[in-house]
């Protein structure tokens, strides 16, 4: 079946440095794929999104392109800050209703 | 404006007994879903709202769960003869359209424990 897999956490890192959160995905179809964040005490939100093969999906200095050919969507940016501590899900959306299927989430954890 | 709320934010109950969780989602939002999210894993699909309607309940674990949307805004998780293994932070989204490519917006869970 459909389904998700992110690189295992926690990842610890140094403020400005670089961050690759692997996700790979077995989906029938084209699905839409996504990366969620929820920040500590907070609710999930959507950080940045791909529709279709090649798109690069980009907000707050993230960015993540979708592979069909390796079917992935690895997150990165280039220089972590403290606030971007949180757990990140990637997710994965294959028919009209766009019920999502996540991966188990990966905790980035950015110190000083 | 106002996002997805979920009442209660906590839920204490005793192993048998029948509880009910409500979602409001944003204001115009027509698609609306149930996730349940335990400890360390990523939320998982529970059932799917578009309307009024359940357009897609294959996530619900069997007959126990049950949801409505009768106005086509908020809507109820019942949870009936609850076990220790229905603990878990059950989440809502909304989203406007319900489609592959729509971001959804979710609220901040309810937490369920069972006794």
């Known amino acids: 079946g459909d389904s998700v897999t992110q690189m295992e956490g926690p990842v610890t890192l140094s403020e400005e440095a670089f961050l690759t959160i692997n996700c790979t995905y077995t989906?029938?179809?084209?699905?839409?794929l996504f990366w969620y964040v929820q920040y500590p005490g907070e609710g999930l939100q959507l950080l940045l999104k791909?529709?279709?093969?090649?798109d690069k999906g980009s907000n707050k200095g993230f960015e993540a392109t979708y592979r069909k050919e390796t079917t992935s969507f690895h997150l990165e940016k280039g220089s972590v800050q403290v606030s971007d501590s949180a757990v990140y899900f990637c997710?994965?959306?294959?028919?009209?209703?766009?019920?999502?299927?996540f991966g188990q989430g990966t905790e980035l954890s950015v110190k000083p | 404006g106002a996002g997805v709320s979920q009442t209660p934010s906590n839920k204490v109950t005793e192993k048998g007994k029948y509880v009910e969780l409500r979602c409001d989602p944003i204001s115009g939002h027509t698609a609306l879903y149930w996730y349940r999210q335990s400890l360390g894993q990523g939320p998982e699909f529970l059932i799917y709202f578009q309307g009024t309607g359940a357009a897609d309940d294959s996530g619900l674990p069997n007959d126990r769960f049950f949801a409505v949307r009768p106005e086509g805004s908020v809507s109820t998780l019942k949870i009936q003869r609850t076990e220790r293994g229905d603990s878990a932070v059950y989440l809502c989204a909304s989203s406007l359209a319900g489609q592959k490519s729509s971001e959804q917006f979710f609220g901040p869970g309810t937490r369920l424990t069972v006794l």
């Open positions: 997710a994965l959306a294959y028919n009209q209703g766009g019920k999502l299927i």
């Open positions: 791909a529709t279709k093969a090649d």
């Open positions: 989906a029938t179809g084209y699905p839409s």
